[in-house]
């Protein structure tokens, strides 16, 4: 797509540090592989998209589908071994992270792009208190002493709405409730003010009433700070809340990527319709649902063609032979579908 | 409408919270389940919605007597299922079973698929007699739309969806009349889930079952249920048919959790007002007094804390609702699929 353009324009090594615009966060055709003792297991195979300052991409697919790798990997947080990245790029800013020295990527790490999890009970640590370790990273990142960390502290737990932020300061991890919890994670990941925020499935592990706080805390904070937000979800309900654009990833690769309003009226791929006609609604009565048949693909076997041709109602000859790859329909919107024109042109 | 089959009559489950080793001393009640009442009909499927620690998991634990209620009962048919005991209980246990939520725990990873739902059958010979039961296995397979060819296969061998099948069919081996299902799709993918709640409903019409459908998630629940039973903090809140607690919400709590719940639709965004609830959950060792939503409710009065509201239909609705303020309240705008 066009946006390569922009960011080939951009010299390695640059740093890119108070260049104006250009893409903030791409990947670009990136690739893992998991080898294992039982054999290699394709998990990423070409995955494209950005985000800009300001704007919220969900990354949209069920388990396995390569969405929380692709994190990890911009991340620089890939389990290695098992994972290897065996192509593409990860720019922030223009610059590719992968061949960045682990000093460097690690001066991104929290400044420039932060991740929040979804299990805050164990991504927190459960010896030291919640505000230590929010307050460590100003003593070591931005050289503050204690007394000042503190109260910088204190105040990231007040913008994420901890009630009691003082007394809470010194409360362990186990102490807080769930919700509690994933406010202080975010407190903690945007203690240094990133430019990107990676969330990973922030709220699959809360209540209804407890995940629409902090869908609302994240959208604010956003909005607030013109982050970048990655929101990495398998829930179609949270996305059509507060993405502005979607990336649909099916065994690894995108199969569909479209603005959100357009993604919902109108999917252009099979594997986008079949998930959107098979979530119950709260707002529509009963009746069969219909349903996705079959399982996602073993990764270590993805079938050829298209991967999901096997699941497919309108797989033809021609999936089973040819990899259909993410190309524009219409404005704004690609499709990986042999058919996508027809999806698209239907009534 | 017909009799009911299973009728819980306040139902209290208590837990002791202990402090000390050698001298162990009660300090306290997690009041998990406090008394609940509901019946369950025939043929029926009741949801039970609520978020977590409001003591839905609690409630199947005690309907299925892995756990004696403190007190209340639990009357299958007449019978006050905790009162059973020896034979009577086993010829119980055949006519209620269990679906779990994770299929990655509740099936033992060293029995073929063959035993797993084998087993059932050793406990309950007058079933199936000794030589029928690998052809019944087959056909239970079948069923549930596995590959009966699959009989020899270990659990690890079956993906999330398929797992969930396997638990399925163990709890139908014995042709129950009530499967007590505890939040049964909440581990699956969505295109996995919408292939096993269509397989339960297929049951239910097959079979005639009665579930009790325990699920934190409201679409799921209005999706497969014609009533539901809607809990906060171990009390049952809100009850009524599907509709009535859908599109006519009494209860402040009902309707905050309704209000709450994503809907795959960005064209409502904006036009969707959503309730917020402050704080969290209270805890269940020391719930407030009088109604215990009133410390998070924005309806609360001076008689909230005072009284605790009772489950009953209220002026201008047509359901029990347990709050003193019943009103109704169109949350969400139905359209018929």
């Not at chain 1, 704004?332 to 239907?346: D, P, T």
């Not at chain 2, 397979?141 to 009989?151: A, K, S, T």
């Not at chain 2, 965004?269 to 969290?280: E, V």
Request: hydrophobic letters at 40%.
């Amino acid at each position: 797509m066009s946006d390569i353009l922009v960011s080939e324009q951009s010299a390695p090594g640059s740093g890119g540090s108070g260049r104006p615009s250009g893409r903030l966060l791409e990947v670009d055709d990136l690739r893992v592989e998991f080898r294992t003792r039982d054999g290699v297991a394709k998990v990423i195979n070409g995955v494209t998209y950005h985000v800009d300052a300001g704007e919220t991409l969900a990354v949209l697919g069920e388990s396995g589908s390569g969405k929380s790798v692709t994190a990890q990997t911009i991340m620089g947080i890939l389990d290695t071994p098992p994972g290897f990245v065996t192509g593409g790029q990860v720019r922030f800013h223009g610059k590719d992270m992968l061949g960045m020295s682990s000093e460097e990527r690690r001066r991104i790490r929290g400044e420039g792009i932060a991740m929040i999890f979804q299990d805050a009970l164990s991504a927190l640590n459960p010896v030291f208190t919640v505000g230590f370790q929010i307050a460590e990273q100003f003593r070591i990142r931005r050289g503050m002493g204690r007394a000042e960390a503190k109260k910088r502290a204190i105040d990231m737990l007040d913008q994420v709405k901890i009630p009691n932020a003082k007394g809470r300061f010194n409360n362990y991890p186990h102490q807080f409730s769930g919700g509690m919890r994933q406010r202080a994670m975010i407190a903690m990941s945007l203690a240094l003010d990133p430019e990107v925020l990676i969330a990973d499935e922030p709220t699959t592990a809360l209540d209804v009433t407890v995940q629409a706080q902090i869908m609302d805390l994240l959208a604010e904070l956003q909005r607030e700070r013109q982050m970048g937000m990655i929101l990495i979800t398998h829930d179609l309900g949270v996305v059509a809340d507060v993405a502005d654009r979607i990336a649909v990833m099916y065994a690894g690769r995108i199969v569909e990527e479209a603005d959100v309003y357009d993604l919902y009226a109108k999917p252009a791929h099979p594997y986008t319709i079949g998930l959107i006609d098979s979530i119950p609604r709260m707002d529509e009565k009963g009746q069969q649902l219909r349903t996705i048949k079959g399982l996602p693909p073993n990764l270590m076997n993805i079938p050829p063609g298209c991967p999901f041709n096997p699941r497919c109602p309108m797989a033809q000859p021609v999936c089973r032979e040819k990899v259909p790859p993410l190309l524009q329909v219409g404005s704004g919107r690609a499709s990986a579908c042999h058919f996508a024109e027809e999806l698209v042109n239907r009534d | 409408m017909t009799e009911n089959i299973l009728e819980v009559r306040d139902l209290v489950k208590h837990y002791p919270v202990t402090q000390g080793v050698v001298f162990k001393k009660t300090v306290g009640q997690v009041k998990a389940v406090d008394g609940v009442s509901f019946g369950l009909r025939a043929g029926e499927t009741l949801g039970v919605v609520g978020e977590s620690g409001c003591g839905k998991s609690t409630l199947a634990r005690v309907l299925m007597n892995l756990e004696k209620p403190t007190s209340g009962s639990v009357v299958y048919k007449g019978q006050d299922t905790s009162k059973l005991s020896g034979g009577a209980l086993r010829r119980l246990r055949r006519q209620i079973q269990l679906v779990m939520q994770d299929p990655y725990t509740s099936l033992n990873p060293r029995m073929t698929v063959g035993d797993l739902l084998g087993e059932p059958f050793e406990i309950h010979p007058e079933v199936a007699p000794k030589g029928s039961r690998r052809a019944k296995v087959r056909e239970l397979l079948d069923l549930v739309g596995l590959n009966p060819e699959h009989i020899n296969r270990y659990p690890h061998q079956f993906s999330g969806g398929q797992r969930q099948r396997i638990g399925i069919a163990r709890a139908l081996a014995l042709r129950p009349e009530v499967i007590v299902c505890d939040e049964p799709v909440s581990a699956l993918d969505v295109s996995i889930q919408a292939q096993v709640m269509n397989l339960l409903e297929k049951l239910q019409g097959e079979f005639g079952l009665s579930y009790v459908f325990i699920a934190h998630d409201l679409s799921v629940v209005r999706h497969l249920s014609d009533r539901v039973a809607v809990m906060y903090l171990g009390k049952v809140v809100e009850i009524g048919t599907e509709d009535e607690i859908y599109e006519r919400p009494t209860h402040p709590y009902t309707q905050a959790l309704l209000s709450a719940v994503p809907v795959p639709d960005p064209t409502q965004r904006h036009n969707k007002t959503i309730i917020r609830l402050t704080g969290d959950v209270p805890s269940p060792i020391s719930p407030p007094s009088g109604c215990r939503f009133r410390t998070r409710c924005w309806k609360a009065q001076d008689v909230c804390a005072e009284q605790v509201p009772l489950l009953e239909i209220r002026q201008g609705s047509d359901h029990p609702s347990a709050c003193h303020f019943a009103e109704r309240r169109e949350i969400v705008a139905t359209s018929e699929a």
